[in-house]
Structures are given as structure tokens and as C-alpha cells.
């Protein structure tokens, strides 16, 4: 089965702190993507960064990078000099099995950023 | 910009009801998705639409049904609600036929609570 874990539940850091959100995951394929999205108490949930597994260069958006490690199949995500909107549930996703049209999500880390 | 609709936000229901939740999205996406999220489980998936008119089932699918009516519209039925089914649950769409190479948007959340 494919899967995805995130190993820490919570989180928290001060303002204007680097934190890392680390996501393991297994797969078979060799060539997918895998996604970061960021849940705000709101609840409404958007994409954050979205890494392609045939790229050696990690992406890039703003204050978020992610470490793409292939081989560890590793996909962590870096948040620089945090802010208080960044106080949220994050999820890594990535695709299932070989031909499936869905993301297979990991459990999540509630992430927050203390003033 | 009203992106991904879903009705009701939130609903009590006793064990036995039926209820089907809502879901509209204005962004001529071609795929559409249901998920649930429990703690400390993600999101799983319980049913998806790849295109108009074709309907697949996801991780979780049991009690539940789903219609897709037209190209913007996509319900998720509750025939026979249990407790097991108190749940948060999304509505989803993405451009691209295969959601784990393209961007998903989500809707706001329906939070549904069987007694």
C-alpha cells in the first residue's frame, strides 16, 4: 500500500523562527509529484508547494522550500522566519498506486506559531 | 471568486437519517472529489469524478453514494447516517484529470455529526 507519514503530530515555534515539517512516504513510481497543503483554522484547505519528483532542484515559494530527498523518499518542508499566519495544519500528499487519479495524505502536523 | 461550494457547513443527524451533502465549483475543473478528515488521519478519499458522467470509488466508500450531476456539481448521499460517518468532510476539485499531478482546491468543509 502506498503511504505517507508525518511524524510529528504538533508543533510549535516562536515568531519569526525557521521551522521543518518532516514527510516520509513510500512509492513504487519514479516519476510523480508531491504536494504540501496548508489547513488555517478556517479549515479551507490550500496548496502550499507542489515538488516534481523528476526535478533535482528543490521548489521554492517564498518562505517555503522543501528538502526533496528521492533515494529516502523524504519530502520535508522548511517554513523561514515564520509568521503568525502560518498557524495551521499542514499535510504532505503524493499519488497512489500507478495510474490512480487521487493523493494519498499523511496525518498531518498542527503547526503554531507563538508571538 | 467562489471557488469550491459546499451546503451544508454544518448537520446534526440521528443514526438511520439520510442527508446528502452538496458540492459546486465555477472553475470548469473536470475532476471533482470527496474526502473525509478524522484526527489524526488525514484525508481520506471516499469517492471521485474524473470527468462528467464517470464516478470512482476512493479509500473509504462504504455508506456513502455520490451523483455527478453536471460538469460543476458533484453530491456525496449519506443513504442510512452512522455514528462512524461524524466526520469533516471536503469537497475537492482540480483542472487536470489527474489530481496527483495537478493543483486541488478545496471547499470550506461540511462538519456532520450522526448521533
Known amino acids: 500500500a502506498q503511504t505517507v507519514t508525518q511524524s510529528q503530530p504538533e508543533m510549535s515555534v516562536q515568531e519569526a523562527e525557521t521551522v521543518t515539517l518532516s514527510c516520509t512516504y513510500d512509492?513504487?513510481?519514479?516519476?510523480?509529484?508531491l504536494f504540501w497543503y496548508k489547513q488555517p483554522p478556517s479549515r479551507q484547505m490550500i496548496l502550499v508547494i507542489r515538488q516534481e519528483a523528476y526535478k533535482q532542484q528543490n521548489a521554492t515559494e517564498n518562505r517555503f522550500s522543501v528538502n526533496f530527498q528521492k533515494a529516502a523518499k523524504s519530502f520535508s518542508l522548511k517554513i523561514s522566519d515564520s509568521q503568525l499566519g502560518d498557524t495551521a495544519m499542514y499535510f504532505c500528499?503524493?499519488?497512489?498506486?500507478?495510474?490512480?487519479?487521487?493523493?494519498?495524505f499523511g496525518q498531518g502536523t498542527r503547526l503554531t506559531i507563538n508571538p | 471568486n467562489a471557488g469550491v461550494t459546499q451546503t451544508p457547513k454544518f448537520q446534526v443527524l440521528k443514526t438511520g437519517q439520510s442527508m446528502t451533502l452538496q458540492c459546486a465549483q465555477d472553475?470548469?475543473?473536470?475532476?471533482m472529489y470527496w474526502y473525509r478528515q478524522d484526527p489524526g488521519m488525514g484525508l481520506r478519499l471516499i469517492y471521485y469524478s474524473a470527468s462528467e458522467g464517470t464516478t470512482d470509488k476512493g479509500e473509504v466508500p462504504n455508506g456513502y453514494n455520490v451523483s455527478r450531476l453536471n460538469k460543476r456539481e458533484f453530491s456525496l448521499r449519506l443513504e442510512s447516517a452512522a455514528p462512524s460517518q461524524t466526520s469533516v468532510y471536503f469537497c475537492?476539485?482540480?483542472?487536470?484529470?489527474?489530481?496527483?499531478?495537478?493543483?486541488?482546491?478545496f471547499g470550506e468543509g461540511s462538519r456532520l455529526t450522526v448521533l
Open positions: 512509492t513504487s513510481e519514479s516519476n510523480y509529484y
Open positions: 500528499a503524493f499519488p497512489g498506486r500507478e495510474g490512480a487519479q487521487k493523493l494519498v
Open positions: 472553475m470548469n475543473h473536470n475532476s
Open positions: 475537492a476539485s482540480s483542472r487536470v484529470a489527474r489530481s496527483n499531478t495537478g493543483e486541488l482546491f
